[in-house]
């Protein structure tokens, strides 16, 4: 697959998730990147721009899976479909638009790659990923239970409406999630859970956990610690390590992935950019783990 040639460095457009080809009406791809910049409230806002923060760090990023073996991009079809034209703060209109858009896009090809943006839009990609397999396992990585009043009860509405499988429903990184968090179901490994289980043992209980049905991968940058991921709508201290982030998603290749999200970057939260660094990392993580799912890459 032939890439965008133009210097790492270069601020130039077509602005692109690490310089992959633009194409906004992709058909039979392997895999799509779609920006999804939304705020979902006034309190903190800032999320809308997330994905142009993550292209922007992309262009400094090394090309997933390069340290591992083949180059992913020379391995599988990748596309970025830029961004949808979305209204801040009006969550039924934006749900709607990213809904149709998912549910064109899953039609004619085999994945998606939200990078975002509110976390209040997981809803609206679960039903467009839903609608062409059925009931998904979700991997969701995040510091809150997401089903709070803070991101308008996600993962309650999802398996209310048939949409994610909780007997398959593994959350990761949650900080102070409480009996709210345990009422939805599924399994949590709150950070306490994680640091004693290691990466290694959290990766092994993933995949005994999910197997081997099609999976959605949620990955909310709040799930890092605050001193790797300040930009954000709320920081809640205690969280991953980077590096510890990015080494449990390796255990993503060994499941049946069928979508993708970043979410939450929130550029004016961090003036130094390392929260869409790490996105972007996050991003090209799980392009290579796709990859490796489809046994492209072995």
């Known amino acids: 697959m032939e890439r965008i040639d133009q210097p790492a460095r270069s601020r130039a457009r077509p602005h692109t998730f690490m310089r992959l080809p633009l ?3 992709p058909t039979a791809r392997d895999l799509v990147v779609l920006g999804v910049p939304y705020d979902e409230s006034g309190r903190c806002p800032g999320t809308r721009l997330g994905p142009g923060a993550v292209r ?23 596309v970025d479909g830029g961004d949808l034209d979305l209204t801040p703060w009006i969550s039924g209109a934006a749900s709607d638009v990213l ?3 998912l549910s064109h896009l899953l039609a004619g090809n085999a994945a998606v790659l939200l990078l975002g943006g509110s976390r209040s839009l997981t809803l609206a990609a679960l039903r467009a990923v839903a609608e062409i397999h059925g009931p998904v396992a979700l991997l969701r990585l995040a510091a809150d239970p997401a089903g709070s009043h803070l991101h308008g009860d996600v993962l309650y509405q999802a398996v209310d409406e048939h949409l994610v499988d909780p007997s398959a429903m593994v959350r990761i990184g949650l900080r102070g999630a409480g009996d709210s968090g345990r009422a939805q179901g599924g399994v949590m ?4 859970r994680f640091g004693r289980l290691g990466v290694r043992g959290a990766a092994g209980f993933v995949r005994h956990r999910i197997g081997r049905r099609p999976v959605y991968v949620s990955v ?17 201290p205690g969280g991953l390590t980077s590096r510890e982030v990015l080494g449990l998603l390796r255990c993503v290749g060994d499941l049946c992935p069928v979508g993708f999200e970043v979410m939450g970057v929130s550029p004016p939260q961090d003036r130094s950019g390392i929260t869409a660094a790490l996105a ?15 046994r492209i890459l072995m």
Not at 282 to 292: D, P, V
């Open 189 to 192: 490994l709150d950070v306490g």
């Open 56 to 78: 922007d760090a992309s262009a400094f990023a090394h090309v997933p899976g390069a340290d591992r073996g083949p180059g992913t991009f020379d391995l599988v079809d990748c």
């Open 23 to 25: 194409d906004r009406d």
């Open 220 to 236: 909310a940058v709040d799930v890092a610690d605050p001193a790797f991921a300040p930009g954000t709508g709320i920081r809640v």
């Open 280 to 294: 972007s990392e996050i991003g090209g993580e799980l392009i290579h783990q796709y990859a490796r799912a489809q």
């Open 99 to 101: 809904y149709k858009r």
